[in-house]
C-alpha cells in the first residue's frame, strides 16, 4: 500500500511507461506505447502531434479522465489512478480545470451560471460561488457578457466563458484539448495570448493538446508524438 502513495516530488506531474491498449475482439490497438515524462509547476506544455497519435489519450490518462492500461501518474504528489473513482472525481474537481475544443457549456445557462456552476460543483455557497464566477470574468474580460447565453456568444466569447469556468476554482493545473481548433487563426490567437497572460499572472500549469504549430509556439515546451510514443521533447527559447 506504501507504494501505491508514493509522492513524487520533483515535477507536478510525473508520467510513468504509459500504456493504453484498445480492444476490438481479438484485434488490440496501442494508443500509448510506453510514455514517460514530466511537467513542471506553472509551465505551459503542449503536446503536438497529427490526428490519431495518442494525444488526447495522452490528456485523458494524465488527468484521470481514463485509466491506463499500465503505468502510473502522479500529480501534486498523489497517484492519480490509486485513488478511488469517488476520490478521483474529487481530486479532478478540486486541482484541475478543463478546456475543450467545442466549449462544453449549458446552453440554457447564462455566462455567468456556466462559470459559477464549477464553484458550486465543489461545495461552494451560492453567494461566494456568484462572487468568484464574476470575478473570473471579468479577469478574461467578459464583464458586460455575464448575462448572455452561449447561443447569444461569438466562438471567441464562448472559449473565453469556458476558460473562467476552468479557472473560477482557481485549479493549479489546466488541461485544454484543441482550444483553439473551432476559431479563426485571429481568435484562435486571441485565446492563447490569454491563456499565457494567465500563466504568466497565477502561475497556473497549461497543457495543451494540439496539432497546430502557431498554438504549441505559445508554450515553453513542446512534446512531439507519433504513433502512441513521445518523439522529441523540444524546449522553446523566452
Not at 510525473?14 to 513542471?40: P, T
Not at 503536446?47 to 500529480?75: A, E, M, R, W, Y
Not at 485513488?83 to 447564462?110: C, H, W
Not at 473551432?182 to 495543451?208: C, P, R, W, Y
Request: glycine share 8%; with cysteine; proline share 3%.
Amino acid at each position: 500500500m506504501e507504494q501505491e502513495i508514493e509522492v513524487i516530488f520533483l515535477a507536478f506531474v510525473k508520467a510513468q511507461d504509459l500504456v493504453k491498449i484498445y480492444k476490438n475482439g481479438e484485434i488490440e490497438y496501442r494508443a500509448l506505447n510506453g510514455v514517460s515524462f514530466e511537467i513542471n509547476e506553472g509551465e505551459i506544455l503542449s503536446i503536438l502531434g497529427p490526428s490519431g497519435c495518442g494525444k488526447s489519450t495522452l490528456l485523458n490518462c494524465l488527468s484521470g479522465i481514463d485509466d491506463p492500461t499500465s503505468g502510473k501518474v502522479f500529480v501534486d504528489g498523489v497517484n492519480l489512478h490509486a485513488l478511488s473513482d469517488n476520490e478521483k472525481t474529487r481530486f479532478r474537481a478540486l486541482k484541475m480545470g478543463f478546456i475543450f475544443q467545442f466549449y462544453n457549456l449549458i446552453p440554457v445557462l447564462t455566462a455567468l451560471e456556466n462559470v459559477e456552476l464549477t464553484m458550486l460543483a465543489i461545495g461552494a455557497e451560492n453567494k461566494s460561488a456568484r462572487r468568484a464566477a464574476m470575478e473570473a470574468l471579468e479577469q478574461i474580460g467578459m464583464k458586460d457578457r455575464v448575462d448572455y447565453l452561449p447561443s447569444q456568444l461569438s466562438g471567441g466569447e464562448r472559449q473565453r466563458v469556458a476558460i473562467a469556468r476552468a479557472l473560477v476554482h482557481k485549479p493549479k493545473i489546466v488541461w485544454a484539448d484543441e482550444p483553439t481548433g473551432a476559431l479563426d487563426s485571429k481568435t484562435g490567437a486571441e485565446i492563447m495570448e490569454l491563456i499565457k497572460h494567465l500563466n504568466e499572472e497565477f502561475n497556473q500549469t497549461f497543457v495543451i493538446v494540439t496539432h497546430d504549430d502557431r498554438v504549441a509556439s505559445y508554450s515553453e515546451r513542446i512534446l512531439h508524438m507519433d504513433s502512441g510514443k513521445i518523439i522529441s521533447i523540444e524546449k522553446r527559447q523566452g
